[in-house]
């Protein structure tokens, strides 16, 4: 199988490598400091991983957000994760078959969760985190720029919007395409963003106001934003007693 291999320190990339390599039936094709360089590489046509050896515990984009980007990929790869969490973790992990191995990492462990590696899939991940207190939701967004990875925070997105098979995200950078179904931010960022109409999604945090046009409907205006992109944000009848209620609660 083809590995990568994703750990914020040094020695224990190295030790997954030699260990990989012991075993001489694997190819590591690619090793990864953080999650943001693991998600570019598992992308990369030359790199191609089968199984992802990932950290969990990482500065900025940890193992659980990378795995769920992950499983975003067309042919996702399996997703072995190192960890040091307490025994109650590791039942969460067992219970829904995710593949897992303890630190420090022994020969005997990894071969073990090499031979079993499986797909994780987003609702196995949305579990396991559930009963072991680890942050279920991703903090960006993942779009490709001329073939390049970008990551866009969920906090710095203003508003999305579909368009036939395309998901526009407008954002304090500007605006890109990504690979998400409308549904699936709406469903995991539920306490982010509002549906105003059945293609687009409003961040709560970024509406000043709503206000009447000229013809009678209501449409958001955004705060602190200079394009209000009137021409997406007009209001559904069958959504605006929903936006009045969540701009309330907010």
Excluded: W
């Excluded at 320190?9 to 694997?26: I, N, S």
């Excluded at 925070?153 to 690979?179: F, R």
Aim: with cysteine; proline share 3%.
């Amino acid at each position: 199988m083809k590995i990568l291999i994703v750990d914020d320190e040094k020695p224990a990339r190295d030790r997954l490598r030699q260990l990989v390599d012991d075993f001489g039936v694997h190819e590591v094709v690619a090793k990864a400091a953080n999650g943001e360089q693991a998600i570019a590489m598992a992308m990369a046509s030359k790199h191609n991983p089968d199984v992802v050896l990932l950290d969990i515990r990482m500065p900025g984009v940890d193992g659980i957000e990378t795995a769920h980007h992950l499983n975003s990929l067309s042919t996702p790869p399996a997703v072995v994760f190192t960890t040091a969490y307490d025994e109650y973790a590791i039942d969460a992990f067992e219970a829904r078959a995710i593949g897992y191995v303890l630190k420090p990492v022994r020969r005997e462990r990894l071969e073990t969760a090499l031979q079993h590696a499986a797909r994780v899939t987003g609702q196995m991940l949305k579990q396991m985190t559930a009963v072991s207190n680890l942050k279920s939701t991703r903090q960006h967004v993942c779009a490709r720029v001329h073939g390049e990875l970008r990551l866009i925070p969920i906090s710095s997105i203003v508003y999305c919007n579909a368009d036939q098979k395309y998901v526009t995200v407008y954002h304090k950078g500007g605006e890109n395409l990504i690979d998400d179904s409308l549904k699936a931010p709406e469903e995991e960022f539920a306490d982010t963003f509002v549906r105003i109409h059945r293609g687009a999604l409003v961040s709560v945090a970024h509406i000043d106001r709503l206000e009447k046009t000229g013809e009678g409907t209501t449409r958001v205006v955004l705060r602190n934003i200079q394009d209000n992109g009137e021409d997406n944000l007009i209001i559904s009848r069958r959504h605006l007693a929903d936006v009045r209620r969540r701009l309330r609660k907010g």
